[in-house]
T-cell receptor
């Protein structure tokens, strides 16, 4: 089956620093990748949708200058949380879609970010 | 965000019973519907998806869709303790997925 990886799986950083999270599709080409954020005991909240080679589309309320998304290739998308603050601490999950089956998406294992 | 609603639970059922999970959605343009299972601290895993009105069965799981009522449900037969998790309903009205808040299910041995 389709495999999506994320790196790192967890990260702790100081307030004010930037953190980059990678999302890779290992055995298929992902034309579209999605970034979600999940706070404890809450559902996944879609942050942005990115298509390879184009700018990401951000959901309302998500600061695009704070959450930088780059989808430079068909197998890699990155999310950079700039100037992270404690309220950015969350579980960040990416998913990828090959576009072959428009409705399917494959989730990465998630990255737990803790900002001190 | 499009509105997808689920009863947060917790829902408790005894082992071997049928667990029934419900979801309603607001966007009538939604074409496909998904049920995911999420264990604590893990990312969601797809259980099944459904496009057409009616029932779709896969093993112990049955998804039911009623587009007129904007309602989708998941039945889990012969519930097992390993089914204890949070179940997320997701709706795809176009090129994005929107998730409900999830229903926490506990299967009691």
């Amino acid at each position: 089956g389709a495999v999506v990886s994320q790196h790192p799986s967890w990260v702790i950083c100081k307030s004010g620093t930037s953190v980059k999270i990678e999302c890779r599709s290992l055995d298929f080409q992902a034309t579209t990748m999605f970034w979600y954020r999940q706070f404890p005991k809450q559902s996944l909240m879609l942050m942005a949708t990115s298509n390879e080679g184009s700018k990401a589309t951000y959901e309302q309320g998500v600061e695009k200058d704070k959450f930088l998304i780059n989808h430079a290739s068909l197998t890699l998308s990155t999310l950079t949380v700039t100037s992270a603050h404690p309220e950015d601490s969350s579980f960040y999950i990416c998913s990828a879609s090959s576009g072959l089956s428009i409705d399917e998406q494959f989730f990465g294992p998630g990255t737990r970010l803790t900002v001190l | 965000q499009k509105e997808v609603e689920q009863n947060s639970g917790p829902l408790s059922v005894p082992e071997g019973a049928i667990a029934s999970l419900n979801c309603t959605y607001s966007d009538r343009g939604s074409q496909s519907f998904f049920w995911y299972r999420q264990y604590s601290g893990k990312s969601p895993e797809l259980i099944m998806f459904i496009y057409s009105n009616g029932d779709k069965e896969d093993g112990r799981f049955t998804a039911q869709l009623n587009k007129a009522s904007q309602y989708v449900s998941l039945l889990i037969r012969d519930s097992q303790p390993s089914d204890s998790a949070t179940y997320l309903c997701a709706v795809n009205p176009g090129n994005q997925f929107y998730f409900g808040t999830g229903t926490s299910l506990t299967v009691i041995p």
